[in-house]
């Protein structure tokens, strides 16, 4: 029994640990845990852990709404809501970029005030979603991270469906850069069901530098032990977040985004199981050891 409980108090202290870790590596969240029903334009606060304002309508606000639950990933436990983009629009918020921000404390935010000072590193995930399998009548569905304004012609990094990309459809699902005016494919075309997408940037001396984007990686721990699904070089830095959905005025699917984390480490924006969760594991197994010395 003596050795159980050292062994008990060993593991929580060190899922502890690793939970706090997590937490400190953690620069910016949005659960979208607002009210459903309500459009996303006008919800969260500048004074969110990251952020520097709420979420602001580019182009119709009502087509970007808040739908009842979080998308389901498997073993990553999720709360609030998520967004669901409908027809044409787009929303955008600010990353907090001041002085005493999450990403100046990281040493992220450079002499212009964008995340990208050289020679850093910051990750970013977030899930996706379209409802339907996107026809080749599908336009343009993206994650978007933009420099400087809401201008498409700002938007550093592109994640999702863009048309424009190739005249070949199962091509134009992948990532590109209107900034730099290049893209990669993920190699197939997109389909209905949730993706995690694990991005990293990594900042180079003069602009010099590289994304990559894991998408649905093989492991949640190891990043080594993942393979990289789609990769670009130039200049990729941003100080805002930007969700938008083009698609013809009828049909098509929507576009559907939750969780999205911006950390230092992989496992600060890729999290396992909480310690609680972990905790709550270990006790099971004492409890299932101690039931069958009950029953020897």
């Known amino acids: 029994m003596v050795k159980q409980t050292i062994l008990t108090v060993?593991?929580?202290?060190?899922?502890?640990n690793m939970a706090e870790t997590v937490m400190a590596d953690l620069l910016a969240t949005e659960q979208f845990g607002y009210s459903t029903?309500?459009?996303?334009?006008?919800?969260?606060?500048?004074?969110?852990?990251?952020?520097?304002?709420?979420?602001t309508a580019v182009s119709i606000a009502s087509n970007q709404t808040i739908t009842a639950?979080?998308?389901?990933?498997?073993?990553?436990?999720?709360s609030g809501n998520r967004v669901t983009c409908v027809s044409?629009?787009?929303?955008?918020r600010l990353l907090d970029v001041s002085s005493s921000g999450s990403f100046a404390d990281a040493g992220l935010v450079d002499s212009g005030?964008?995340?990208?000072?050289?020679?850093?590193?910051?990750?970013?995930s977030f899930l996706q979603n379209f409802t339907s399998t996107p026809s080749s009548s599908a336009r343009y569905a993206a994650f978007e991270l933009n420099a400087g304004s809401a201008a498409d012609g700002n938007r550093a990094l592109?994640?999702?469906?863009?048309d424009t990309w190739s005249a070949n459809y199962s091509e134009c699902y992948g990532i590109g850069s209107a900034i730099n005016g290049i893209h990669d494919s993920f190699d197939e075309a997109a389909t209905t069901g949730v993706s995690l997408m694990v991005v990293k940037i990594a900042f180079g001396a003069g602009n010099a530098d590289t994304v990559s984007v894991y998408r649905n990686p093989e492991s949640l721990a190891d990043e080594s032990l993942c393979t990289v699904d789609a990769t670009l070089s130039g200049d990729f830095s941003f100080d805002r977040v930007q969700l938008a959905r083009f698609y013809p005025s009828t049909g098509g699917p929507a576009h559907e985004i939750?969780?999205?984390?911006?950390?230092?480490?992989w496992g600060a924006v890729v999290p396992e199981p909480s310690s609680v969760t972990l905790s709550a594991m270990v006790l099971l197994m004492l409890v299932g050891m101690g039931m069958r010395r009950m029953y020897r």
Do not use: K
């Open 10 to 16: 060993l593991i929580l202290y060190g899922t502890t």
């Open 37 to 55: 029903g309500t459009t996303l334009a006008g919800n969260g606060a500048a004074t969110d852990l990251g952020w520097d304002s709420s979420w």
């Open 69 to 78: 639950d979080s998308l389901d990933y498997p073993e990553i436990a999720q």
């Open 88 to 92: 044409a629009g787009r929303s955008t």
């Open 113 to 124: 005030g964008m995340i990208g000072a050289d020679n850093t590193t910051v990750y970013l």
């Open 158 to 162: 592109i994640i999702g469906i863009d």
């Open 258 to 265: 939750d969780a999205i984390r911006f950390g230092t480490t």
